[in-house]
């Protein structure tokens, strides 16, 4: 574990993306284990307080889980203070305790300050400002813009926007009447278009996105071209996509991802 976290070197980005897959892929006794044995190396107690993290949203933490997952990401701040992970993993938690804005917006600053261009915590705050949790729609809209605003084209977080506009797209489907018909066509609006184009002139042909989640954000594009019906366009970004599938956003609704992706794949396909 530590070889393959010290292999991405200062690149916090990479180095979170392998964080939440050895969370996800080794056991809680083994990162608890590493944590007490090498005391001293910031990534096992950052790991150790990841954990905590991906469980809670699953099921809430209990208060002394919580607790002990913060003491764990303040050790290694302190033993690495420029590396914002143990920052992005204290953000989550806040966020999943719903806690106020003065504690999690100094926490958002500290990352910022750190690596501004991060994906998770700006997915993170992004969720965090969201009417489903400690925000409305419209903060969580002009987050995005922000964002839009200000992140290089290529960036780890340059897929914000794209996730919000596939959000939005979304919350429309599910409402009644005229406004969901409306929804109908993902790229209504010059709002749309810019975001869609701009990711296109970003993203294609392969090999312009080099971060650890670039595979996730062309599921996204291919995603929001498919609800676009753009099907001229969306036939290339499947081909930077190469086959591979993210649950998220084409397990949607509860459909099978490994279904629905190769069946937009073929209509794409079909009008070359």
Same mark, same amino acid.
């Given at each position: 574990?530590?070889? =393959?976290?010290?292999?991405?070197?200062?690149?916090?980005?990479?180095?979170?993306?392998?964080?939440? %897959?050895?969370?996800?892929?080794?056991?809680?006794?083994?990162?608890?284990?590493?944590?007490?044995?090498?005391?001293?190396?910031?990534?096992?107690?950052?790991?150790f307080?990841?954990?905590?993290?991906?469980?809670?949203?699953?099921?809430?933490?209990?208060?002394?889980?919580?607790?002990?997952a %913060?003491?764990?990401?303040?050790?290694?701040?302190?033993?690495?203070?420029?590396?914002?992970?143990?920052?992005?993993?204290? /953000?989550?938690? =806040?966020r999943? +305790?719903?806690?106020?804005?003065?504690?999690?917006?100094?926490? !958002?600053?500290? #990352?910022?300050?750190?690596?501004? !261009?991060?994906?998770?915590?700006? %997915?993170?705050?992004?969720?965090?400002?969201?009417?489903?949790?400690?925000?409305?729609?419209?903060?969580?809209?002009?987050?995005?813009?922000?964002?839009?605003?200000? #992140?290089?084209?290529? @960036?780890?977080?340059?897929?914000?926007? =794209?996730?919000?506009?596939i959000?939005?797209?979304?919350?429309? /489907?599910?409402?009644?009447? %005229?406004?969901?018909?409306?929804?109908? +066509?993902?790229?209504?609006?010059?709002?749309?278009?810019?975001?869609?184009?701009?990711?296109?002139?970003?993203?294609?042909p392969?090999?312009? =996105?080099r971060?650890?989640?670039?595979?996730?954000?062309?599921?996204?594009?291919?995603?929001?071209?498919?609800?676009?019906?753009?099907?001229?366009?969306?036939?290339?970004?499947?081909? @930077?996509?190469?086959?591979?599938v993210?649950?998220?956003?084409?397990?949607?609704?509860?459909?099978?991802?490994?279904?629905?992706?190769p069946?937009?794949?073929?209509r794409?396909d079909?009008?070359?």
């Amino acid at each position: 574990m530590q070889r =393959l976290l010290d292999d991405a070197g200062d690149d916090w980005d990479r180095r979170a993306r392998r964080l939440a %897959v050895l969370t996800a892929s080794t056991r809680p006794s083994t990162q608890r284990s590493w944590a007490q044995h090498d005391s001293r190396h910031p990534d096992a107690h950052t790991l150790f307080a990841w954990e905590a993290m991906a469980r809670g949203t699953r099921t809430p933490t209990a208060d002394a889980e919580f607790d002990e997952a %913060v003491g764990a990401g303040v050790t290694a701040a302190r033993l690495r203070p420029h590396d914002p992970n143990p920052w992005v993993v204290r /953000l989550g938690l =806040l966020r999943q +305790r719903r806690r106020p804005r003065t504690e999690v917006f100094p926490v !958002w600053r500290e #990352i910022a300050a750190r690596d501004p !261009w991060h994906r998770e915590p700006h %997915v993170q705050m992004y969720g965090y400002l969201s009417p489903r949790e400690c925000g409305s729609h419209a903060q969580s809209m002009e987050f995005g813009d922000r964002a839009q605003a200000a #992140i290089p084209a290529t @960036a780890p977080a340059a897929g914000l926007p =794209l996730m919000a506009l596939i959000d939005r797209y979304h919350a429309a /489907l599910s409402r009644e009447g %005229v406004h969901g018909l409306m929804a109908d +066509r993902l790229r209504d609006g010059p709002e749309a278009s810019r975001v869609l184009d701009r990711a296109l002139q970003a993203w294609t042909p392969a090999g312009q =996105l080099r971060h650890a989640a670039a595979l996730a954000d062309l599921n996204l594009l291919a995603y929001a071209l498919t609800a676009a019906r753009d099907t001229a366009r969306v036939a290339t970004v499947f081909g @930077a996509v190469a086959g591979v599938v993210t649950p998220h956003p084409w397990g949607h609704g509860g459909y099978d991802p490994v279904l629905t992706f190769p069946h937009a794949q073929r209509r794409a396909d079909a009008t070359r």
